[in-house]
């Protein structure tokens, strides 16, 4: 199957600050993008979905403000967590898709806010 | 919304065979999907079957689908250890956003 991968696997980072978190498919091209979060031993929330050169989709209840996505290109996409919090501590995961294909999910980014 | 449920908690011994159940409300969907999640790690596409079949085997894996029922089951044959994760099952739905909707997660623990 596809590949798709993220960078970093874990990053900590202080209450205040700002992390980005990349998902890149590898052998494909992506022309869409999804976001989840993921508590622990729940399910994956889908944050939002992200079309190549448009803007994303947020899912109701995130704040688009404080979860920016850029998919800028058509293996690349990204997820900045802005004025990061405690409670955004989380396991990040991305998934990416072509037309008519599945969609292949990266190894997800434990994300915590200390 | 549409919704997904699965049971939370499955325990075997390492031989026998595990059934994942898993119900689903979206009445117009086109494919489900069943995923792994091992610890620390993201999501591997197990199965998947299309919404006009009614069983779908692959090596040691039936699914079976009930739509009138909306219920999907996963078979593991021959349960091995390495089998313990969390395992998901997902809607597709109709449209054509892609978007999953994914049930809770059942993990899968395997006695030796």
């Known amino acids: 199957g596809a590949v798709v991968s993220q960078h970093p696997s874990r990053v900590i980072c202080k209450s205040g600050t700002s992390v980005k978190i990349e998902c890149r498919s590898l052998d494909f091209q992506a022309t869409t993008m999804f976001w989840y979060r993921q508590f622990p031993k729940q399910s994956l929330m889908l944050m939002a979905t992200?079309?190549?050169?448009?803007?994303?989709?947020?899912e109701q209840g995130v704040e688009k403000d404080k979860f920016l996505i850029n998919h800028a290109s058509l293996t690349l996409s990204t997820l900045t967590v802005t004025s990061a919090h405690p409670e955004d501590s989380s396991f990040y995961i991305c998934s990416a898709s072509a037309p008519g294909s599945e969609q292949y999910f990266g190894p997800g980014t434990r994300l915590t806010v200390t | 919304g549409e919704d997904v449920e699965q049971s939370l908690f499955l325990s075997v011994r390492e031989g026998d065979s595990s059934v994942i159940n898993c119900t689903y409300t979206d009445s117009s969907s086109t494919y489900l999907y069943w995923y792994k999640q091992e610890p620390g790690a993201g999501l591997q596409l197990l199965t998947y079957?299309?919404?006009?079949?009614d069983m779908k085997q692959d090596q040691r894996l039936t699914v079976l689908l009930n739509k009138k029922d909306k219920h999907l089951s996963l078979r593991i044959a021959d349960t091995q250890t390495g089998d313990s994760a969390i395992y998901f099952c997902a809607d597709h739905g109709s449209g054509n956003t892609g978007k999953l909707i994914f049930g809770q997660g059942t993990t899968l623990q395997v006695k030796p």
């Open positions: 079957i299309f919404s006009n079949m």
């Open positions: 992200s079309n190549e050169g448009s803007k994303a989709t947020y």
